[in-house]
């Protein structure tokens, strides 16, 4: 029983680290979009559409670390079923991959749609608005 807790474990510290990164990615994000669109205010030959580049970097990083957590979240659950001989603490996700959505799939999920489509849609808005004032 000892080496399947190792090996939760391992797979949990893996998972709170992911959790982790894809916070620190929409803090970030956040950050770094309202900056640019400060920055545009006050310059508009910086290019109103410029922060549609990092919206749509971050939210493919968010993402693809949505979806290595909900791998390593499947293989959790796969170890978790294993007995104590068969546990050989493996971190490989690929057993698990077919029941995962695709990065694709994960990126128009609610759970990233819910915080990156706001950002986009106030950019959307701010560069209608600075072109009908042009």
Known sequence: MEKKLKHLEMIQNTINRLANN???????SFIFVAVILGFTIKDFDMGIWLPLIPTFAFWGLDGFYLRQEKLFRALYDKVRQKS???????MDVSVVK??????????????????????????VIKGVLVLRQQ
Do not use: N, R, Y
């Open 22 to 28: 894809s916070f620190s990615l929409k803090l970030k």
């Open 84 to 90: 104590d001989e068969d546990i050989d603490f493996s």
């Open 98 to 123: 077919p029941k995962i959505k695709s990065w694709v799939g994960v990126c128009f999920s609610w759970t990233i749609l819910g915080f990156h489509l706001p950002i986009l849609l106030v950019i």
